[in-house]
């Protein structure tokens, strides 16, 4: 059973440069969510999506897009990296309820 | 002021000692509440739930005070392996009839011998 699977674990991006970060989970939970964890800031939400084509925005969504088309898969696309967007990402699902979720390894990510 | 507070530490505790975390939420709606433990450069992952007649398992346990809106994490006879990171974490309610998990900054214990 592999949970949620985060791709890629890490990354470094030029300024200006756009990727995907790939987030998916075989638990067929209805909910996922972004979350950006940096130094003395814990984990704020970015974007999260409550079933397939439902999405909606955190906390920090600016620059960042994402896309809910399958249950299992929810990428989340860095339009134009900035410097400030050098952190963990981590990718969660859970079930619909008051559940627990779970979390994906994350992807250290920094832009120069 | 912050959803979700809690004392970042660190906590330094000699091995076998009890130690207590506590953490304030601002949201009287919140729904249901939740312990994370997170190890240096790993994610997060589930402690334990914190139900309103309190929970024990094993060394640990959890209270919650509906009413001052606080939640509590006793660990008893600590061990260097309880060494991490414990984020007090609260379900709420959102206006697309979902519900969001809002994270505490993250309380650092470390246990030495």
């Known amino acids: 059973n592999a949970g949620v699977t985060q791709t890629p674990k890490f990354q470094v991006l030029k300024t200006g440069q756009s990727m995907t970060l790939q987030c998916a989970q075989d638990?067929?939970?209805?909910?996922m969510s972004w979350y950006r964890q940096d130094p003395g800031m814990g984990l704020r939400l970015i974007h999260y999506s409550v079933g397939a084509g439902i999405t909606d925005q955190g906390e920090v969504p600016n620059g960042y897009n994402v896309s809910r088309s399958t249950t299992e898969d929810f990428p989340l696309r860095l339009l134009s990296a900035a410097p400030s967007q050098t952190s963990v990402y981590f990718c969660a699902s859970s079930a619909a309820g008051n559940t627990e979720a779970f979390f994906g390894q994350g992807t250290r990510l920094t832009v120069v | 002021r912050k959803e979700v507070e809690q004392d970042p530490g660190p906590f330094n505790v000699p091995e076998g000692a009890t130690v207590a975390f506590n953490c304030t939420y601002s949201n009287s709606a919140s729904q249901s509440f939740f312990w994370y433990r997170q190890d240096c450069r790993k994610e997060p992952k589930l402690l334990m739930s914190?139900?309103?007649s309190g929970n024990e398992d094993g060394r640990f346990t959890a209270q919650l005070n509906r009413a001052s809106q606080y939640i509590s994490l006793l660990i008893r006879d600590s061990k260097l392996s309880d060494s991490a990171t414990y984020l007090c974490v609260v379900r709420s309610r959102n206006n697309n009839a979902g519900n969001m998990l809002t994270f505490g900054g993250g309380t650092r214990l470390m246990v030495k011998p």
């Open positions: 638990m067929n939970h209805e909910y």
């Open positions: 914190v139900y309103s």
